[in-house]
């Protein structure tokens, strides 16, 4: 979604910021990290991450040079593996959510003859509600918080990746990282709202952009690129449920991404028009959510359509925009953003379940056209579909997904977009939770543009490896063909991610 600052950067152009697009307590054994330590590391992992995100973050320009979209934490930024998040629910992403099912640790202890028995994480009681995270309860403090109705959340992503091959340059090793903390307060035990909530989330960036640093695609390579060094609140929302949940709305600064277009298997993905279309480049989605309204209504427990209404008048923003915003340029289109999807569960039983989605987006207000004109409104449609293919228990499956979308190629120079993929769990024994990926992203280039190719095509693949205590190691490879539409020759990067959720 920061595919206009690309094109425009190839011709020596500026162009506006757009960016594409989280029982009751039993007594249990500790495990290999011990309370204190645990404890220790949480301080010094905060203090360090909370000094180096504020020193980081300069005054913005809002000509600020973008990279790619998020994914996937969410609630709250997509992006992630298993971002734990505030309100207990997981994350649908990413970003950005600041994206997949949170990957617990409770993988059984193997019987010490076994050879490679070490290679298991140590079994948890299933009451065990926090020692999946690594911060654990905090002694006992956030059970009694959660019965209280205040819950807590966060993550920290760090990525270093280096490309092998083509692109923009082989001759340097970019880091970047991604701080998300989140807090909801749950009315109905507060004050006794029942189905209300506020839910409110703070999110700091900092490091370089590695997509226009090393690749130069697009699409974007990483869900956390989006960015320049930053710290804001990045959602702030009231949450209201009524009618046995059957209707349901939110209003406040949201990341549309958590909630349109949020298809729940491609949030491990780093590819940003995995976890959104690509051609969905307006949506307000990382890192410049924006205040908007959703309705939800649930007519059966299997369909759920969602209406929502976002504000993107950068030249005119308003006071509660202007308080929350420490990010936004005024040289967005002019407008309002408005979004509808229908999604549709079904089963064949045996646990071969799917996700049917269709959605529609219609931009009301003046928007740039790739020929550098402009014009009055545009649309888009999307569609998707998440099946479990294959699902002998519940901690090892296989399961695929396909999104296609379609825009004004007059507007957004990918005018249609393909994406697919695969991914499985507990394939490795001992390993019960641990994931693997596979994805191709398809984008169809408008003729205006005027690249030298009418595609570009990126191919993926990760291993998520869980180490228990909410830490995940996820190396990702992915090839590109051609690259940026044929500007940048064909790119191999390689991309360590380490995922700490709290």
């Known amino acids: 979604m920061f595919l206009y600052y690309n094109l425009a950067a190839m011709h020596g152009e500026s162009a506006p910021f757009l960016c594409p697009r989280p029982p009751s307590e039993t007594r249990r054994q500790r495990g290999p990290i011990p309370r204190v330590a645990k404890a220790g590391f949480f301080a010094a992992l905060f203090g360090a991450c909370g000094l180096s995100g504020l020193a980081a973050t300069p005054a913005y320009a809002t000509n600020a040079r973008p990279g790619t979209a998020q994914a996937a934490l969410p609630p709250g930024p997509p992006g992630a593996i298993a971002p734990a998040y505030a309100d207990g629910s997981p994350p649908v992403h990413r970003a950005s959510s600041p994206s997949a099912p949170v990957i617990p640790a409770a993988l059984h202890r193997q019987p010490a003859a076994d050879p490679i028995a070490f290679l298991a994480v140590r079994s948890v009681s299933p009451t065990d509600h926090y020692s999946h995270l690594l911060t654990d309860d905090w002694f006992g403090l956030r059970p009694r918080l959660k019965n209280a109705g205040i819950t807590f959340g966060g993550s920290l992503i760090q990525d270093g990746s280096w490309n092998f091959l083509g692109g923009v340059s082989t001759q340097k090793f970019v880091y970047r990282s991604r701080l998300d903390l989140n807090m909801t307060l749950h009315l109905g035990k507060l004050v006794g709202l029942h189905g209300g909530a506020i839910y409110a989330d703070m999110m700091s960036i900092w490091g370089q952009d590695a997509n226009n640093n090393l690749v130069g695609t697009l699409q974007g390579f990483d869900t956390i690129d989006a960015a320049p060094s930053l710290t804001e609140v990045y959602e702030l929302y009231y949450r209201q449920k009524l009618f046995h949940d059957r209707f349901e709305f939110k209003i406040g600064r949201m990341d549309a991404n958590n909630i349109f277009d949020a298809q729940p298997l491609t949030g491990s993905f780093l590819i940003p028009s995995t976890t959104n279309a690509a051609t969905d480049y307006l949506l307000p989605t990382f890192p410049i959510p924006v205040p908007g309204v959703v309705l939800y209504l649930r007519p059966r427990r299997s369909t759920t359509l969602m209406l929502g209404a976002f504000y993107t008048d950068r030249f005119h923003p308003s006071a509660v925009d202007q308080l929350l915003n420490t990010l936004e340029p005024v040289n967005q289109p002019v407008g309002t953003f408005l979004i509808s999807e229908l999604d549709q569960k079904y089963s064949f039983g045996h646990g071969i379940n799917g996700l049917l989605g269709l959605g529609a987006f219609y931009h009301v207000g003046r928007v740039q056209r790739v020929d550098n004109g402009t014009q009055s409104g545009f649309g888009s449609v999307y569609g998707f579909v998440d ?66 190719k009418p595609y570009e095509l990126g191919l993926e693949a990760f291993y998520a490896l869980n180490l228990g205590h909410g830490i995940t190691l996820q190396p990702d490879l992915q090839y590109w063909d051609n690259t940026g539409g044929g500007v940048y020759p064909n790119a191999l990067v390689a991309t360590m991610r380490l995922v700490l959720n709290f």
């Not at 519940?394 to 979308?405: I, M």
């Not at 393909?418 to 596979?438: H, V």
Request: charged share 15%.
């Open 387 to 452: 099946q479990t293919l294959w699902q002998p228990r519940p901690h090892q499956w296989l399961r695929g997904f396909v999104c296609l979308s379609a825009v004004d190629g007059r507007v957004s120079a990918i005018d249609f977009a393909a994406n697919g993929g695969l991914l499985a769990q507990g394939m490795i024994p001992y390993r019960r939770m641990d994931q693997i990926g596979l994805a191709a992203d398809w984008a169809h280039i408008s003729y205006l543009a005027g690249l030298p």
